[in-house]
């Protein structure tokens, strides 16, 4: 009955050891993301009048690239 008594004592604070490691580990982690903070600067309109002058180019860049893939 002693000796189980002994070990008893060390059930409870070894599970909050655990708790605590797994927790902290667990925090550090929160802070991380793989997604990147947007930061936009530039208006909406500025943007779309920029896309909209770069869309020539990219559409006649594509079509020469499928078509180079298909011969």
């Given at each position: 009955m002693n000796l189980?008594?002994?070990k008893s004592i060390w059930?409870?604070?070894g599970i909050?050891?655990?708790y605590f490691a797994?927790?902290?580990a667990h925090a550090q982690d929160q802070g991380k993301t793989s997604y990147m903070k947007l930061n936009i600067t530039e208006s909406f309109s500025s943007i779309m009048a920029r896309m909209k002058s770069a869309k020539p180019e990219i559409q006649k860049?594509?079509?020469d690239l499928l078509a180079s893939a298909t011969t």
């Open positions: 189980l008594r002994r059930v409870l604070p909050l050891s655990l797994f927790h902290a860049r594509q079509t």
